[in-house]
């Protein structure tokens, strides 16, 4: 089995640590004081094609997961915290959309989540009040 990184995977590694020394990097600061990551970024991923997916006649086809990868690694390193709003999006939202998607919601939903114009979140709630967790004397 060949594990060799090809010169077009070094390509693309360079060209997006490029791509977050400018989108990434400089904004970090001020981001995290407002408490935001603004829906430009996102937009910048999806459309330099970074989220590993793509839409082609509205239909959703998943990249290379070395990519994916690769992507996930270069953000942590600058900002943990982005690089898991990223993965929310593209693993438990396109992704899922892609494994267990009706072909309409792939069809309405895929090509917009894929270009960052439309973001998937997760959302999780409890069905009591008070703190899930308790500590004991």
């Known amino acids: 089995m ?8 070094v390509r693309q590694r360079a060209d997006f640590k490029a791509f977050l020394q400018k989108n990434l990097a400089p904004h970090l600061s001020a981001w995290f004081r407002k408490g935001v990551i603004p ?3 996102f937009e910048a991923m999806g459309g330099n094609g970074w989220f590993g997916f793509e839409a082609e006649k509205n239909v959703l086809r998943r990249r290379s997961h070395q990519q994916a990868v690769m992507v996930m690694e270069e953000i942590a390193r600058i900002s943990p915290g982005v690089a898991l709003a990223v993965m929310v999006h593209t693993d438990l939202g396109l992704g899922a959309l892609d494994f267990f998607g009706a ?8 090509p917009p989540a894929a ?6 979140c997760l959302g999780n709630s409890e ?3 008070g703190p899930m967790w308790r500590v004991s004397p």
């Open 103 to 110: 072909d309409k919601l792939k069809e309405v939903y895929g």
């Open 2 to 9: 060949d594990f060799s990184i090809s010169e077009e995977d």
């Open 115 to 120: 270009r960052g114009e439309l973001l998937f």
């Open 39 to 41: 829906r430009r970024f």
């Open 127 to 129: 069905n009591r009040p």
